[in-house]
C-alpha cells in the first residue's frame, strides 16, 4: 500500500465501492432487516423506545461485520462512508432547528392561545371534536411536530372535549388525525425534511406540492369527525369544573402564530429551510419577553445543580432530537450497505421485472414498500428514512419527478405513523391520557386498539394516495434540468 492509500485509509478519505456477504446479497441486509424484527418486537411488547431502536441497530450492524466476506476494515469503511452521507446530516441539523422552533413556540403559548380558540366558541359534541382536529391540524403544520401535537393536545383538549359531551375514541382519533395533516404537511416537520431530503428534492417546492393530497384528506376528514364525534360526555362532570378548565387558558399566546407565519412565508419563498427556522427563532424570543409570555429562563439557563446544566427550551428542542438523529445515522449507513452488498439492485431488478413498462405498477410498489415498512417499525421517520432508497431507486429508474416521489414517501409514511395501536404517537397520547387521569378522575382511558379504526386522516391519506398511484393523478415526471413534465422525457 501506497503512503497516499495509507494516509486516505488513516483520515477516512477513501470510499468503499462494493463489499461481498456470505450468503450473497441476502448477507448485506441483515443489518436492517435484524432493525425491523427488533423494532417489530419491542413494539409488539410494549418495550419500544428511540434509545432502544438505536441500539437495535447497533446490534444490526454489528451482524452485518461478523457476515461480511471482505475485510473487516473495508466494512467499517463502508459503514463510514454511510455515515458520512450528507441525506442523514442534513435532516439531523434540520431536526435541531425544528425542535428549538417548536420548543420556544410552546414556551410563548401557542397550545393554550389555541385551545382558548376551541373554548369560547361554545362548540360541543361533534362540533368539539371536529374543531379539536383543525386546531391541531393548525398547530402540528405550525410546529412541525406530530409527537408535540399528541402530547399537547391530549393533555389540554382531550379533558376538555369529554367535558363538553364528545365520544372520548373520537376525540383521541382528531388529535392523532390533526397530527397526521401537521406531520405531513409542515415545512418544519421531521417527515417534511427527510422526504425531501432523500430524494433531492427542495422543501418548498414538496410542500407546495402536496398541498392537494393533504386537503382532499382534510375536507372527509372534519365532516366525518362532526358527524361521528357526538353522543360522550360524562353526567358527572358539572359545569363549574368546564369553567375552571377554560379558564385556565388565555389568548396571549396566539402572538406566536406572527414568527409561525414567518416561517412558512420564508420556507415558501424558497429560502433554505435553517435560514427560515432561524428567522422564526429570532423574532419568537423577543415577542416571548417583551410581552411577558415567558422569561429568558424559560429559553435558556444555566442550572449547575441539573445533570444537563444547561435548560430551557433551546436545549430541550435539541435533545428531544439527539435520539433519532443518531437512529437516521444508522439507518442510513445500514441502507448504504445494502446498495455496496448489492441488496437494493437485487431488489430493484426484481421489483422493475414485475413492473415492467408500467409507471402505474412502479408508483404502486413505491406505495406499498413504504406502508410495509410503516408497518413493521414504529418510528415513522425511521420507517421513512428505511424506505427512502426503495422509493429513490425505482422513481429514478421511471423519471418519476422528485417531489411526487417525496410525496408518496411522506403522505403514506405520516399516515400509518400515526395509526397503528403499536405506534410510538399513538402509545405516547395513551399514556399521556393515562397521566391526565391523575388530574381529571371522571376522565376516560382510550386504547390504542379501539382509536386506530378512526383516525380519518390517516385512513383516507393512504387511501388516495393508491388512488393517486392507480390512476395517475398528480404524477409529473423529471426532465434534464429537474423541471416538471405530464410526459415522460425522451430518451436522448
Not at 462494493?18 to 419491542?42: D, Q
Not at 382532499?216 to 368546564?242: E, K, M, R, T
Not at 386506530?452 to 434540468?481: C, D, H, S, Y
Amino acid at each position: 500500500m501506497s503512503n497516499n492509500e495509507e494516509l486516505d485509509r488513516a483520515t477516512g478519505n477513501t470510499s468503499i465501492k462494493r463489499l461481498y456477504f456470505r450468503f450473497g446479497v441476502f448477507g448485506a441486509a441483515v443489518p436492517l432487516v435484524f432493525f425491523v424484527i427488533w423494532a417489530i418486537t419491542t413494539s409488539v411488547l410494549q418495550l419500544s423506545s428511540e434509545i432502544g431502536l438505536v441500539l437495535g441497530a447497533v446490534i444490526g450492524l454489528t451482524l452485518g461485520l461478523l457476515m461480511s466476506k471482505s475485510k473487516w476494515a473495508d466494512y467499517a469503511q463502508g459503514l463510514f462512508d454511510g455515515l458520512a452521507q450528507p441525506v442523514g446530516v442534513i435532516a439531523m441539523v434540520a431536526w435541531f432547528y425544528a425542535g428549538m422552533f417548536a420548543q420556544v413556540l410552546q414556551v410563548g403559548g401557542l397550545v393554550e392561545g389555541l385551545v382558548w380558540v376551541g373554548g369560547i366558541t361554545g362548540l360541543t359534541g361533534g362540533l368539539f371534536v371536529a374543531l379539536t382536529f383543525l386546531l391541531a391540524s393548525v398547530f402540528s403544520t405550525a410546529v412541525g411536530t406530530g409527537y408535540g401535537t399528541t402530547v399537547a393536545f391530549c393533555t389540554l383538549m382531550f379533558p376538555a372535549g369529554v367535558a363538553v359531551e364528545a365520544d372520548p375514541v373520537m376525540m383521541f382519533a382528531a388529535i392523532l388525525a390533526g397530527a397526521v395533516f401537521g406531520d405531513n404537511l409542515a415545512p418544519v416537520s421531521d417527515t417534511t425534511i427527510v422526504s425531501a431530503t432523500t430524494q433531492d428534492a427542495d422543501v418548498p417546492g414538496v410542500v407546495r406540492s402536496r398541498f392537494k393530497y393533504a386537503i382532499v384528506a382534510a375536507v372527509p376528514s372534519v365532516i366525518l369527525f362532526a358527524i361521528f364525534g357526538g353522543g360522550g360526555g360524562l353526567a358527572n362532570v358539572d359545569q363549574a369544573a368546564i369553567t375552571s378548565m377554560i379558564d385556565e387558558t388565555n389568548p396571549s399566546g396566539l402572538v406566536m402564530l406572527a414568527p409561525f407565519a414567518l416561517v412558512l412565508i420564508l420556507a415558501l419563498s424558497g429560502h433554505h429551510l435553517i435560514t427560515s427556522l432561524t428567522w422564526g427563532i429570532i423574532s419568537a424570543i423577543p415577542l416571548i419577553i417583551i410581552l411577558n409570555l415567558g422569561t429568558f429562563g424559560d429559553i435558556i439557563r444555566f442550572n449547575p445543580e441539573s445533570d444537563a446544566v444547561v435548560e430551557g427550551a433551546l436545549i430541550e428542542g435539541i435533545s428531544g432530537y439527539v435520539n433519532m438523529a443518531i437512529l437516521i445515522l444508522l439507518i442510513v449507513a445500514a441502507a448504504h450497505l445494502l446498495r455496496l452488498g448489492g441488496t437494493m439492485d437485487a431488489i430493484t431488478k426484481g421489483l422493475i421485472k414485475w413492473i415492467g413498462k408500467s409507471v402505474r405498477k412502479a408508483e404502486v410498489a413505491m406505495w406499498a414498500i413504504v406502508g410495509l415498512l410503516n408497518s413493521a417499525i414504529t418510528i415513522n421517520t425511521a420507517a421513512e428514512i428505511a424506505a427512502a432508497p426503495f422509493v429513490k431507486e425505482l422513481g429514478e429508474k421511471y423519471k418519476i419527478h422528485r417531489y411526487r416521489r417525496a410525496n408518496m414517501l411522506d403522505a403514506v409514511t405520516s399516515a400509518l405513523g400515526y395509526i397503528f395501536p403499536w405506534g410510538a404517537p399513538v402509545l405516547l397520547g395513551y399514556s399521556t391520557i393515562q397521566t391526565m387521569q391523575g388530574t381529571y378522575e371522571w376522565l376516560p382511558i382510550v386504547n390504542p386498539t379501539e382509536v386506530f379504526p378512526f383516525v380519518f386522516q390517516g385512513w383516507i391519506l393512504v387511501i388516495v394516495m393508491l388512488i393517486a398511484a392507480l390512476t395517475g393523478w398528480g404524477l409529473r415526471f423529471e426532465g434534464k434540468n429537474g423541471e416538471e413534465l405530464r410526459e415522460p422525457p425522451q430518451d436522448e
